[in-house]
């Protein structure tokens, strides 16, 4: 089964205009003939500058986050239609970052990832466990718990992609094994086909995200499970990010 490998990368909240717009620039003028789709989640102040630099390129644009209603008095916050209006593919919802800053539960994270379907776009789903809970073995059940509650019913590989990211890898340097993260997704993709179907779990793409850099990029990219990755850092090297782009197998 054939699964489109993604290529999404998460700038968080960094870049200021001039900045965002020149790293921007960089990677539009090299993203033609990749083996995979590429996106760029960067903070929603650079959205507009972005999105104009990426018109017309293979390179789609994305949220970082949304409120889950559709608008009203919440002031700081953006709703899922507003980032549709700047040409939004995807959010992403759950991230460990948010969950640890803003207490998100999974019954948020699946509110927002039906905010997101409702205003036309795919929700790219976070879990991961900590590093606490991988030494104390369970690395399988707080993955099975987290998908449980934060993907909503009506899941399916066009509007849902999951992102497997150990809370322990992201931002530190140290990489999950490709052993490790591929039974982690192998582990995934089999929840999805029991609370799904096998077609819905055979065609969501499930990325890695955390610490993943050229250097590790290939290893992790030719596991039969990685579709793709969630990249931080990286992504805001216009090299890294391509080169990561380029480490997708010929036959993915
Ligand atoms: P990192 O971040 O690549 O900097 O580890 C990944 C992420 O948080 O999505």
Same mark, same amino acid.
């Given at each position: 089964m054939s699964r489109r490998v993604l290529i999404a990368g998460n700038w968080k909240m960094n870049g200021l205009l001039s900045d965002g717009v020149a790293l921007a620039h960089s990677i539009a003028e090299r993203a033609? !003939?990749?083996n995979c789709s590429l996106l760029v989640c960067p903070p929603a102040t650079l959205l507009m500058a972005v999105g104009e630099e990426f018109a017309d390129t293979p390179v789609a644009v994305g949220g970082q986050d949304c409120h889950v %209603?559709?608008?009203? %008095? @919440? +002031?700081g916050d953006i709703s899922a239609s507003m980032l549709a209006d700047l040409h939004c593919r995807y959010i992403i919802t759950g991230h460990s970052e948010r969950r640890a800053d @803003?207490?998100?539960t999974d019954e948020i994270v699946q509110a927002k990832a039906k905010a997101a379907w409702a205003a036309g776009m795919a929700a790219i789903i976070c879990v991961g466990e900590t590093e606490a809970e991988r030494e104390a073995g369970d690395t399988l059940s707080v993955i099975s718990s987290q998908c449980a509650g934060s993907i909503? !019913?009506? %899941? +399916?590989a066009k509007n849902t992609v999951i992102a497997y990211e150990p809370v322990w890898a992201i931002g530190t340097g140290k990489t999950a094994t490709p052993d490790d993260a591929q039974a982690v997704h192998a582990h995934i993709r089999a929840d999805l086909a029991k609370r799904f179907d096998d077609d819905m779990a055979a065609r969501t793409r499930i990325l890695y995200g955390g610490s993943m850099k050229p250097s590790n990029a290939a290893d992790l990219l030719?596991?039969? !499970?990685? !579709?793709?990755g969630l990249i931080g850092? %990286?992504?805001?090297k216009a090299e890294d990010f391509l080169a990561i782009a380029d480490a997708v197998p010929q036959d993915a």
């Amino acid at each position: 089964m054939s699964r489109r490998v993604l290529i999404a990368g998460n700038w968080k909240m960094n870049g200021l205009l001039s900045d965002g717009v020149a790293l921007a620039h960089s990677i539009a003028e090299r993203a033609w !003939d990749k083996n995979c789709s590429l996106l760029v989640c960067p903070p929603a102040t650079l959205l507009m500058a972005v999105g104009e630099e990426f018109a017309d390129t293979p390179v789609a644009v994305g949220g970082q986050d949304c409120h889950v %209603a559709e608008n009203g %008095a @919440h +002031t700081g916050d953006i709703s899922a239609s507003m980032l549709a209006d700047l040409h939004c593919r995807y959010i992403i919802t759950g991230h460990s970052e948010r969950r640890a800053d @803003h207490g998100e539960t999974d019954e948020i994270v699946q509110a927002k990832a039906k905010a997101a379907w409702a205003a036309g776009m795919a929700a790219i789903i976070c879990v991961g466990e900590t590093e606490a809970e991988r030494e104390a073995g369970d690395t399988l059940s707080v993955i099975s718990s987290q998908c449980a509650g934060s993907i909503p !019913d009506g %899941a +399916t590989a066009k509007n849902t992609v999951i992102a497997y990211e150990p809370v322990w890898a992201i931002g530190t340097g140290k990489t999950a094994t490709p052993d490790d993260a591929q039974a982690v997704h192998a582990h995934i993709r089999a929840d999805l086909a029991k609370r799904f179907d096998d077609d819905m779990a055979a065609r969501t793409r499930i990325l890695y995200g955390g610490s993943m850099k050229p250097s590790n990029a290939a290893d992790l990219l030719a596991q039969p !499970d990685i !579709d793709g990755g969630l990249i931080g850092g %990286a992504s805001m090297k216009a090299e890294d990010f391509l080169a990561i782009a380029d480490a997708v197998p010929q036959d993915a």
